[in-house]
């Protein structure tokens, strides 16, 4: 008689997370057509992880314990502000004929944003040997004396850019090696003591602005021409080093590239009948 062998297997939600903030807004319509709006939002996320992928293999350090993971969301911004303003210019408003018809009732909707830089981890390559497993990734080891509000290079934006570390290599040391007789280990790295997602990586700013104007040509029909200007300035806002990693193998935490867009511009024309 055979005996039929089943297979069961079980996803249950075994990660959590948690998001608190204070949000404020501030709105006000002024005279002589000035409207001003301010967003401010005050928050913190704290997850173990923050993806849609399977837990297990997306955690760090010990893969078999949450806690472990535990930190900032990839997402968390401490700090946003977003303020807008749509303003009718009031220039040749009482002008006539050609000049009235060109150069009056244009509007203006300029549309600021500043945020805090969001959170990376730094990662030992050469850390969680002692474990062989294959897909861990461990965190780097904190030298003497650091942690992570002072493992940052120092200097501006500008200047840890262009030295290639957002991080103070000399921050950092191996990852440490297993105790003699730690059962279920071999002699090597074990894993880091920094925590997830510990470094916050550079702020962002950006200026955006509309200008637009409706010419009526008769009662029924009118042109609606629009200048879009995105990143006004061209001010680059620089991603977080992809990949960071220090020790004994070597690394860096450089950044190498930007996110959103350099200055972009577009013009439309839609006409209504």
């Given at each position: 008689?055979?005996?039929?062998?089943?297979?069961?297997?079980?996803?249950?939600?075994?990660?959590?997370?948690?998001?608190?903030?204070?949000?404020?807004?501030?709105?006000?319509?002024?005279?002589?057509?000035?409207?001003?709006?301010?967003?401010?939002?005050?928050?913190?996320?704290?997850?173990?992880?923050?993806?849609?992928?399977?837990?297990?293999?997306?955690?760090?350090?010990?893969?078999?314990?949450?806690?472990?993971?535990?930190?900032?969301?990839?997402?968390?911004?401490?700090?946003?502000?977003?303020?807008?303003?749509?303003?009718?210019?009031?220039?040749?408003?009482?002008?006539?004929?050609?000049?009235?018809?060109?150069?009056?009732?244009?509007?203006?909707?300029?549309?600021?944003?500043?945020?805090?830089?969001?959170?990376?981890?730094?990662?030992?390559?050469?850390?969680?040997?002692?474990?062989?497993?294959?897909?861990?990734?461990?965190?780097?080891?904190?030298?003497?004396?650091?942690?992570?509000?002072?493992?940052?290079?120092?200097?501006?934006?500008?200047?840890?850019?262009?030295?290639?570390?957002?991080?103070?290599?000399?921050?950092?040391?191996?990852?440490?090696?297993?105790?003699?007789?730690?059962?279920?280990?071999?002699?090597?790295?074990?894993?880091?003591?920094?925590?997830?997602?510990?470094?916050?990586?550079?702020?962002?700013?950006?200026?955006?602005?509309?200008?637009?104007?409706?010419?009526?040509?008769?009662?029924?029909?009118n042109l609606r021409f629009r200048a879009d200007f995105f990143n006004l300035f061209?001010?680059?806002?620089?991603?977080?080093?992809?990949?960071?990693?220090?020790?004994?193998?070597?690394?860096?935490?450089?950044?190498?590239?930007?996110?959103?867009?350099?200055?972009?511009?577009?013009?439309?024309?839609?006409?209504?009948?």
């Open positions: 008689m055979g005996i039929n062998a089943v297979d069961f297997e079980d996803f249950a939600p075994n990660s959590d997370s948690h998001y608190s903030a204070l949000q404020s807004t501030l709105a006000h319509r002024f005279s002589h057509g000035l409207y001003f709006q301010g967003a401010y939002t005050y928050s913190k996320s704290i997850d173990d992880v923050s993806t849609a992928s399977v837990a297990f293999v997306t955690r760090v350090n010990d893969q078999t314990d949450p806690r472990a993971s535990r930190g900032l969301s990839d997402f968390d911004r401490r700090h946003r502000f977003v303020a807008s303003s749509v303003y009718q210019l009031p220039f040749f408003s009482s002008s006539h004929g050609v000049a009235k018809a060109a150069l009056s009732g244009w509007e203006t909707s300029p549309v600021v944003t500043l945020q805090s830089g969001s959170p990376f981890t730094v990662f030992d390559p050469a850390g969680g040997a002692a474990y062989n497993l294959a897909s861990s990734s461990s965190t780097a080891e904190f030298a003497p004396g650091f942690n992570c509000a002072n493992a940052l290079s120092t200097g501006s934006i500008t200047s840890r850019v262009n030295n290639h570390n957002w991080v103070n290599p000399a921050a950092y040391t191996s990852d440490p090696l297993a105790p003699v007789g730690t059962p279920g280990t071999v002699e090597a790295s074990v894993y880091g003591n920094t925590p997830r997602n510990c470094i916050i990586g550079p702020h962002q700013r950006s200026l955006d602005l509309t200008m637009g104007k409706t010419f009526q040509l008769t009662e029924q029909q061209n001010h680059p806002s620089f991603a977080n080093p992809v990949p960071a990693v220090v020790g004994a193998s070597g690394g860096s935490a450089a950044v190498t590239s930007v996110v959103g867009t350099p200055r972009l511009i577009q013009f439309s024309l839609k006409y209504s009948f």
